[in-house]
Nanobody, 113 residues
Framework: QVQLVESGGGLVQPGGSLRLSCAASGSIFRLVAMGWYRQAPGKQRELVATITSGGSTGYADSVKGRFTISRDNDKNTVYLQMNSLKPEDTAVYYC???????WGQGTQVTVSS
């Protein structure tokens, strides 16, 4: 059984920052890639950032230079540091383990004045 729990979302002004966390269950965490996705109202879910088991990262063009994905294998947790937030970043953010079918409940990020 896989469990993913996202946290850290909230309301922030444009230009502000948030740090999202995703706690994953199981000892398999350290062996698989993790990803952050987001889904805005009326839009499809999109990939935001990935990090491999070896620590290699990748980002969507829309967030490059602003977001940073990281992981702590001892805590089975992946993070998404979001800086210079824009209104278009408003979405529910989800994490995914290993590209599989399991998702957390999501955490809402709202960027607004």
């Amino acid at each position: 059984q896989v469990q993913l729990v996202e946290s850290g979302g909230g309301l922030v002004q444009p230009g502000g920052s948030l740090r999202l966390s995703c706690a994953a269950s199981g000892s398999i965490f350290r062996l698989v890639a993790m990803g952050w996705y987001r889904q805005a109202p009326g839009k499809q879910r999109e990939l935001v950032a990935t990090i491999t088991s070896g620590g290699s990262t990748g980002y969507a063009d829309s967030v490059k230079g602003r977001f940073t994905i990281s992981r702590d294998n001892d805590k089975n947790t992946v993070y998404l540091q979001m800086n210079s937030l824009k209104p278009e970043d408003t979405a529910v953010y989800y994490c995914n383990l290993g590209g599989g079918p399991y998702w957390g409940q999501g955490t809402q990020v709202t960027v607004s004045s």
